[in-house]
């Protein structure tokens, strides 16, 4: 079978088809999902094209749901029928926190390659198992850290590496969205220790470590604090709504982590000099920023400042000096990152469900044995470290040190060659 490009060519090459497995139907399972649906289009060179195989869910109308509008062949409120399913070639992994190392490590241990949400546990030991199990079972790994895909943010990152902004001195970087602002917001599994972990620390402040970690490289030391604004919230069952919904008049459970942290951290030096300092801060209770994901970042010889609300714009600052010194906008175009998958020409907004389809992408690459530009699981373990160094700093009220993860490299190496690629 013969595959096209986006100009309508056609490649020739051969077609793969690729069998999915999804566990858990919530946001995140519906957004990978369609992500596999929009891959032939957007990346026919490719010749992948996934198949919607098994899904599981604890909640049955979400299985029926997973059949009947997302069009799996086949539903089970069991994912190991998902991860036992010969057809299954690759998992996604959407599950509330609590359930990433258990399933993690068991999809491993099935020889299945799988894509599996931030922030892949609720700590970093958790994170560091289902990375070891992966590991030794030598399938490719994908994290959902989406807004590293976005077209700007690659742009950054290409302007940092060839020098263009000098040596990067400092940044201030954050993630403040209101998902909890309204203080009858339900009490989901995010809310819970025993279910989630931390709360904007490792539900937040894991995407803004993952997003200047890929921009610059790893942090070396934090020292941080949180806060919690709002201690109790009305009761939700799981799996019955999002972290959106409000209950009026519910009864009230106890909000057992972080709305707010901020981080004090240092990058480690680089080879063109000491490492950056800055300061990174998540809120899910802000009231104004809605999904406010982004950085300003100062170098020597220049500045880029972007944020998810505005995510096809790009201020840049390039040079100290000259008649347009200070900031330029650079609306997001065919140059920039994947852009050119999804809009022809300048200035036509891609979206977040754009960012998960570029993320299907590198997942599917590597599976595939094609390019490794896909985040991995040792990626998710040093940022977890990252977070469990802010959450004991937190509570010692000291700098801590984090420990390094071999192999997490942020991109900046392949992603480590899955000896049984075929296997996908
Ligand atoms: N990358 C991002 O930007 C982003 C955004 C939102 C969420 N997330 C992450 O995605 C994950 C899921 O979040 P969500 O917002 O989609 O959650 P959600 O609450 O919308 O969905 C969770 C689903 O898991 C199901 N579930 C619970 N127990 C299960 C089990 N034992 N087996 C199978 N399914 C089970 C629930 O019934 C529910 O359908 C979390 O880890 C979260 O941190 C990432």
Request: proline fraction near 6%.
């Amino acid at each position: 079978m013969t595959s096209t490009t986006t100009s309508g060519q056609t490649t020739g090459q051969a077609t793969r088809d690729l069998g999915v497995g999804l566990i858990s139907v919530g946001w995140m399972g519906k957004l990978h999902s369609r992500a596999y649906q929009a891959l032939p289009w957007a990346y026919p060179e490719l010749g992948l094209r996934p198949r919607l195989v098994h899904a599981a869910d604890t909640a049955s109308d979400r299985v029926a749901y997973a059949r009947d509008a997302l069009g799996y062949e086949r539903g089970t409120t069991d994912y190991r029928q998902v991860l036992a399913d010969p057809e299954v070639d690759v998992v996604s992994i959407c599950a509330p926190n609590m359930l990433h190392r258990e399933i993690g490590v068991a999809a491993a241990e099935a020889g299945k390659p799988f894509w599996i949400e931030k922030p892949v546990g609720r700590d970093a030991r958790e994170t560091g198992e289902v990375a070891a199990a992966a590991r030794a079972a030598g399938v490719v790994t994908s994290i959902g850290f989406n807004y590293r895909h976005a077209p700007a943010v690659e742009h950054v990152r290409d302007l940092i590496a060839s020098g263009a902004l000098g040596r990067i001195t400092n940044l201030r970087a954050v993630f403040f969205t209101g998902y909890a602002a309204e203080p009858r917001g339900a009490l989901s599994w995010r809310f819970k220790r025993e279910l989630a972990g931390s709360g904007a620390l490792g539900d937040l402040l894991s995407h803004v470590v993952d997003l200047v970690s890929y921009l610059i490289g790893p942090i070396a030391e934090v020292s941080a604090l949180t806060s919690t604004v709002y201690t109790e919230r009305p009761i939700l069952p799981m799996g019955s709504a999002t972290h959106f919904a409000v209950i009026e008049d519910g009864e009230l459970g106890p909000v057992e982590n972080d709305d707010y942290t901020a981080a004090l951290v240092r990058f480690a030096p680089t080879a063109q000099g000491p490492g950056a300092v800055g300061t990174l801060e998540a809120s899910r209770t802000i009231v104004g920023p809605q999904c406010g994901l982004g950085f300003e970042l100062y170098g020597t010889d220049g500045s880029a400042t972007w944020n998810f609300e505005q995510m096809n714009e790009l201020r840049l600052c390039l040079g100290r000096s000259g008649p347009h010194q200070g900031y330029t906008c650079v609306l997001a175009n065919p140059h920039l990152g994947d852009y050119a998958r999804f809009q022809p020409g300048p200035g036509i907004a891609m979206g977040y469900d754009d960012l998960k389809v570029i993320e299907a992408k590198k997942f599917l690459a590597a599976v595939a044995g094609g390019e490794r530009r896909n985040s991995t699981i040792d990626d998710a373990h040093a940022v977890a470290e990252v977070i469990a160094a802010a959450d004991a700093s937190a509570a010692s009220g000291s700098w801590q040190a984090v420990p390094a993860v071999p192999g997490a490299s942020f991109g900046r190496e392949p992603a480590p060659v899955n000896p049984d690629s075929s296997h996908g």
